[in-house]
């Protein structure tokens, strides 16, 4: 029996401001999916909550990195620019993977990026955003993870077992100093960002209820981390949404116990 796709107007307006003029061969070859997909992800969950366009796909872009969702991802590049994110918020977002995926899993969106900005006609390289340098990158990375985390950050590079030491050094000088000190995204953008990529990534749940408490400590609350992982949810499925929701949870809990 031939299928008659229903997807709605709502679904189908917001998938021509991503893609205008953009026809799915899923339509022909997979319609019943196709409609189920295009009515949920871009109506029902783009409707559920008021989180604004940009935010959202930023939290895309990250948590497509961070599933390791390549070829969704590039073509969310474009669309996101036509909702107002820019160049050099794609830019940090790909950088800021590294510390948190590392460079073997997000070079090919490093180059994927780099592609999809050349055929927007956007010049490369883009204005420079470091805030560092080698010589205060360490200062500088403490203060970031002090403003995020709390005064119990103090120290940290010299903290930690001496055969370790080393390692909480460079999350100081190289996470913090070296990628949360840039411009182009500011510290509760960051660290909504991080919450995506841990969160899609799964397997680092003590990692994401720490960011989520900071996160919640910053500003970026319980609703606003739920809203989050509502809109990532099309992109990471139920076992790794729930899992977000739980940390949030537990990150609440212990804000509130602090």
Same mark, same amino acid.
């Given at each position: ?21 953009? +026809?799915?061969?899923? !339509? ?37 990195? @961070? ?25 940090? +977002? ?7 995926? @590392? ?17 927007? @006609?956007?010049?490369?390289? !883009? ?18 993870? $002090? ?7 103090r120290g940290f590079a010299e903290s930690g077992p001496e055969e370790s030491r080393h390692i909480n050094r460079w999350l100081v000088d190289n ?50 981390? $739920? ?32």
């Amino acid at each position: 029996m031939d299928h008659q796709t229903q997807i709605t107007e709502v679904a189908r307006a917001y998938h021509e401001r991503m893609f205008p003029g953009y +026809v799915s061969d899923f !339509l022909r070859t997979d319609p019943e999916f196709i409609e189920r997909f295009d009515n949920f992800a871009f109506d029902e969950v783009t409707n559920s909550d008021d989180l604004d366009d940009k935010t959202r796909f930023i939290c895309i872009l990250a948590t497509l990195m @961070g599933c390791q969702g390549i070829d969704e991802f590039r073509a969310m590049v474009p669309a996101a620019m036509r909702f107002g994110v820019t160049p050099v918020e794609i830019k940090e +977002v790909v950088y800021q993977g590294v510390d948190y995926l @590392g460079i073997g899993r997000v070079l090919p969106f490093l180059r994927a990026t780099n592609e999809v900005l050349a055929e927007q @006609g956007v010049e490369l390289p !883009l204005p420079g955003q470091a805030r560092t340098t080698p010589d205060t990158r360490l200062e500088a990375g403490e203060q970031a993870q $002090i403003e995020i985390f709390g005064e119990s950050m103090r120290g940290f590079a010299e903290s930690g077992p001496e055969e370790s030491r080393h390692i909480n050094r460079w999350l100081v000088d190289n996470c913090f100093g070296d990628y949360y000190t840039r411009g182009g995204l500011d510290h509760r953008q960051r660290e909504m960002v991080t919450f995506c990529f841990l969160a899609a990534q799964g397997g680092c749940e003590p990692q994401l209820t720490s960011h989520a408490a900071a996160n919640i400590r910053i500003g970026n609350d319980k609703a606003f981390l $739920i809203k989050v992982v509502s809109q990532d949810l099309p992109y990471i499925g139920y076992p790794r949404s729930l899992n977000a929701l739980r940390c949030v949870n537990e990150a609440q809990t212990r804000v509130e116990k602090a």
